[in-house]
């Protein structure tokens, strides 16, 4: 980060990590994903301080956080049948 560039303090940090924990639902989101984009606009309310993007994700990174993308798969999802249509229809 560059001189001149705000940075969370340690506390600050603590109370993100609380309010993100709590969730998005808590946090007036319709759903239970945090995106970068949600974040940074955490953050601003929290504390009214602008991170970009790319910043909020290298706080993250550096405090523990990780990137983790929801299962899309469907629970009833049958993949024998999968590869047999795939067969079949000269997808696969």
Do not use: C, N
């Amino acid at each position: 980060m560059s001189p001149g560039r705000p940075r969370l303090s340690g506390a600050q940090v603590a109370r993100l990590e609380r309010e993100l924990e709590r969730g998005p639902l808590a946090q007036g989101w319709a759903d239970q994903r945090w995106t970068l984009a949600r974040v940074k606009k955490l953050i601003s309310r929290l504390f009214r301080i602008s991170y970009t993007v790319e910043g909020t994700w290298r706080l993250l990174r550096r405090h523990g956080w990780s990137w983790q993308q929801p299962a899309r798969r469907a629970i009833e999802r049958d993949d024998d049948a999968v590869e047999l249509w795939k067969r079949r229809s000269g997808r696969g």
